[in-house]
């Protein structure tokens, strides 16, 4: 039985006007070039991104200003192809979002985008250890009742793929986000999500 743990942004909702937005106005308020901004790799919890650009700045403050700011700002953050039909083929009990949101704003993008929030879902405020470290993927897998081998991960970026890999489970990359060579540790690499399931609709009916 395959269990599906997938991130939220790039992966189920295109959220990226939205982040870039807030990402901006935070990096315009505290004096952080844009270039600096442009320049970030999400898919980390923003407390780690705010520390690494400005150091001197109250990051567990600063991250939940610009929580609320994406929270509050969902105009654009649609559905990604096949997002619906990933969360509707396997059903609540074997599915979970791992992401690096916060439970405001992951239920708020999941709302904006029309998607029911699965009853696992796993956001950095019930974690010690963000992306790249595996905590979040094992912490999905157990409260599924899932064997990691059992576990198809669904990740856009580089730290995601990375958890999910140290995670012992088989890692999809969706290439929404990032160019093919830099999800190069994926087990595969699709366009999207809907590519994937059709992919594996083919191969089981092939099978029979």
């Known amino acids: 039985m395959t269990f599906v743990l997938s991130d939220l ?15 901006r106005w935070w990096g315009a308020r505290n004096g952080v070039a844009r270039e600096a901004i442009d320049a970030v790799q999400h898919g980390r919890p923003s407390g780690e991104i705010i520390a690494a650009l400005a150091p001197a700045v109250d990051a567990a403050a600063e991250s939940r200003a610009i929580d609320l700011r994406q929270a509050g700002d969902t105009d654009g953050v649609v559905a990604l192809p096949g997002a619906a039909e990933v969360l509707d083929a396997f059903g609540p009990d074997r599915v979970a979002v791992v992401t690096s949101c916060t439970v405001p704003l992951a239920t708020a993008r999941l709302r904006a985008a029309g998607l029911a929030a699965p ?51 088989h890692v999809v990359g969706v290439l929404t986000t990032h160019a093919p060579e830099e999800l190069a540790a994926a087990d595969e690499r699709v366009a999207s999500v809907a590519e994937w399931l059709q992919a594996r609709r083919a191969a089981r009916s092939g099978s029979r």
């Open 119 to 169: 009853p696992v879902l796993v956001t950095p405020e019930r974690l010690g250890r963000g992306k790249p470290d595996p905590e979040g993927y094992l912490l999905a897998a157990s409260e599924l009742g899932a064997d990691p081998a059992d576990c198809v991960v669904l990740e856009d970026a580089p730290a995601g793929v990375e958890a999910g890999r140290a995670a012992g489970m």
């Open 9 to 23: 942004d790039g992966v189920l909702v295109d959220s990226q006007a939205s982040i870039m937005r807030a990402w």
